[in-house]
């Protein structure tokens, strides 16, 4: 593995980091969720990458929340709601398909660039997933590659979920309209299963780490002000929405200042909470209207 220096060499690099952070999971005795492959997919690249990071570990606890809010609704759609095709843009260097409890005959689809899954195939060649598992090669910015894509796969399915896990915050809000509706034209995806930050987040988030982020050619730039409304007149509705704050408390992977915000809210009930829906950031599930 090469060196990453003080920094992210591509956004592509993004996956070794969360990946890191799932190792640093599955490695605690009271873990959420158990990924065995996570710290060799992560490599070299993923741990200097958190250490790269300003408040890297400690920011660790958002991304562990996600990704169990994901296995959650994802698990809980399969069996309850007859999804049977799992479509997941951006895939990364994810694992769901070895590790959650799936059918085996539920059909899991990775879309992403050619580089991060031969890299991915290569480290799992030896590993067999629980259920049928595709990898689609395909840069998502190119519009008639994607809606091929997504066409073709609709004709497999008459219940699908897609998943865009960590994606849509590097998109620009026409790109993420653009994506909605090539989605709802595909009509066997019934659910969208992604994650929203608010505005207040994002500026925080480019403040800590946008310097990296944009060396890695990206920047954080999706967090509407309306929340999933803004998705609204584009087909789709919010079915559920899981705040990362509230659910790292019942996951008990609690952000670095909790203590300090459950002080603030004693005191200052009212407007302690009025503030904090400025942050309302989580784990949203779509459903076409």
């Known amino acids: 593995m090469s060196d990453f220096g003080s920094g992210l060499r591509s956004i592509s690099d993004t996956a070794h980091w969360v990946a890191y952070y799932r190792a640093m999971e599955s490695e605690r005795p009271d873990a959420l969720f158990r990924d065995p492959y996570a710290r060799l997919l992560a490599g070299e690249r993923g741990e200097r990458a958190v250490k790269s990071l300003r408040r890297g570990k400690s920011s660790a606890w958002s991304m562990i929340v996600r990704t169990a809010l994901f296995d959650e609704i994802i698990v809980r759609c399969v069996q309850q709601e007859s999804v049977g095709l799992v479509l997941n843009l951006a895939a990364g260097l994810d694992t769901r398909p070895y590790r959650l409890p799936l059918p085996a ?3 899991w689809v990775e879309a992403d660039l050619p580089a991060i899954l031969s890299y991915k195939r290569e480290i799992l060649k030896n ?4 259920c049928k598992l595709d990898r689609v090669e ?10 091929r894509l997504f066409a073709r796969l609709a004709e497999r399915s008459r219940g699908a979920l897609a998943m865009t896990e960590g994606l849509l915050v590097y998109l620009d809000p026409e790109d993420v309209r653009g994506l909605a509706r090539d989605l ?3 009509q066997s995806f019934r659910f969208w299963l992604t994650d929203l930050a608010s505005p207040k987040v ?12 944009r060396a890695a050619g990206a920047a954080f730039r999706f967090a509407p002000a309306q929340g999933s409304e ?7 509705r919010e079915a559920e929405f899981r705040d990362f704050l509230a659910e790292s408390r019942r996951l008990n992977r609690l952000m670095p200042m909790d203590r300090l915000l459950r002080f603030w809210e004693k005191v200052m009930p009212r407007r302690t909470a009025t503030r904090m829906r400025e942050w309302r950031s989580g784990a949203v599930l779509l459903e076409r209207t």
Do not use: T, Y
């Not at 395909?138 to 809606?147: F, G, H, Q, S």
């Not at 994002?202 to 982020?213: A, E, F, T, V």
């Not at 803004?230 to 789709?236: E, N």
């Open 105 to 107: 005959s539920l059909e």
């Open 127 to 130: 590993e067999k997933p629980v």
């Open 138 to 147: 395909i840069d998502l910015r190119e519009n008639d590659a994607r809606r």
């Open 184 to 186: 709802h034209e595909a």
């Open 202 to 213: 994002i500026r925080i988030m480019n403040r800590s780490w946008g310097r990296q982020i």
């Open 230 to 236: 803004f998705f609204r007149p584009l087909g789709w």
